[in-house]
């Protein structure tokens, strides 16, 4: 179902207005810096907090003023917070059980659900028997086993480890796309996140949306420092194919495929500047990593304790201003960026406009010395 809101809220000092729309089967990611209202506008959503004043509609139904249990809303956030004493199988058929199931009916969604999440081996145990991410997939499944007409997922891989992190973020995207009714919003400091999930993003500041749009577009040309800062990532639009991506120019970009990834699907690739080595125009170079792309340089800025280059080719690489200075790097300096393939990741392509037109502008020159 659609979701539609308007929300006002205050909060001592703090003021939230923001308006958007979800519509049925896609996902909102939600991005801002601490303090920006993201848990605010959550809460709102949840019924967890009273807005000043607020249109909430999902679908038909008008959310606000409605307590929480009567939204036909999952939270997923990222502490699984599941009930100790419970089994498993008893957390998963929680939900169903409240919506008025039967106790073996509950059951046996609450098992199609684990086995949906990977997690039907794990039925008996109680939550204090799992790791991290193995709780973060029963939660998962408990969030959905309800059926929610909307779905708020709260930093949902923010607790996980780095090991269990993309496995989760695989399987989110999986079950997002099992079910077109559904609205979903996410809430994410992780640009990663947005892009692997979500098919628009709207940027908080301050309790206001400033920026807003389909996430590719967003995130390839940020319009505020904030969005900048966390979407420093170079992307690289194309289809998947064995060993990477290969653009609408032909070229290969080797990297590894996320799981999940459709051979023959619209992917992009993904890289963060620091995995991007800048040589000098035309020297040869050892090591030789698989993505070697001629570029020219277009703009040098500082960024924390480095210099970020930008390029014609559309891709950013950090650099020590040391380095800067050797190679002697200016606008206009001829360069060769390697990319070693093992920093590339290949993900499917969320659903909507594609390409957009800035992902156009990440051309990437062909190189025939690699
Ligand atoms: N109970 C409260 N009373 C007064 N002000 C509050 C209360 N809770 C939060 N705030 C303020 O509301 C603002 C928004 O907080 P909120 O938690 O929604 O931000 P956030 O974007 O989720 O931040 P973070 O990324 O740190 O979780 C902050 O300035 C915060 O100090």
Redo the contacts with the bound molecule.
């Keep these: 179902m659609t979701l539609r809101a308007e929300i006002e809220l205050t909060?001592?000092?703090?003021d939230?207005s923001v308006d958007f729309k979800v519509p049925a089967g896609s996902v909102l990611a939600i991005l801002?810096?601490?303090?920006?209202?993201?848990?605010?506008?959550?809460?709102s959503l949840s019924g967890l907090l009273r807005p000043r004043r607020a249109k909430i509609r999902l679908g038909e139904k008008d959310l606000h003023g409605l307590p929480p249990h009567d939204r036909s809303v999952g939270l997923l956030s990222q502490d699984p917070l599941l009930f100790p004493h419970l089994s498993v199988l008893d957390n998963v058929a929680f939900s169903p059980r409240s919506k008025g199931a039967g106790r073996a009916g509950a059951r046996e969604i609450a098992r199609r659900w684990l086995a949906e999440v990977d997690a039907a081996q794990f039925e008996k145990r109680k939550p204090a028997q799992l790791s991290g991410g193995q709780a973060q997939r029963v939660a998962i499944a408990r969030a959905l086993a309800g059926e929610p007409d909307l779905l708020l997922l709260d930093?949902p891989m923010a607790a996980l480890d780095v090991d269990a992190a993309p496995a989760i973020r695989g399987l989110l995207r999986r079950v997002l796309g099992l079910q077109r009714k559904r609205a979903t919003v996410l809430?994410t400091?992780d640009p990663l996140d947005a892009l692997a999930l979500a098919d628009h993003v709207l940027v908080?500041t301050d309790?206001r949306a400033v920026e807003r749009g389909p996430t590719r577009e967003v995130l390839a040309a940020p319009r505020t420092a904030f969005t900048a800062r966390i979407a420093g990532l170079n992307l690289i639009a194309g289809i998947a194919v064995g060993g990477g991506l290969r653009t609408e120019a032909g070229r290969l970009i080797a990297g590894m495929l996320a799981e999940d990834t459709t051979m023959g699907g619209p992917a992009v690739a993904v890289f963060a500047p620091n995995a991007v080595a800048v040589y000098p125009g035309g020297e040869a170079h050892p090591g030789s990593p698989r993505n070697t792309i001629a570029a020219a340089v277009t703009a040098l800025e500082p960024h924390g304790p480095v210099i970020r280059l930008r390029t014609d080719a559309g891709l950013a690489a950090d650099l020590t201003p040391a380095a800067v200075a050797d190679l002697r790097l200016e606008p206009g300096t001829p360069v060769r960026l390697d990319i070693k393939a093992t920093t590339v990741t290949v993900y499917p392509a969320t659903a909507g406009p594609s390409p957009s037109p800035s992902t156009e502008t990440l051309r990437v020159t062909d190189n025939p010395g690699t």
């Design positions: 909060r001592g000092t703090f939230l801002g810096p601490n303090g920006s209202g993201k848990s605010s506008l959550l809460g930093e809430v400091h908080l309790g």
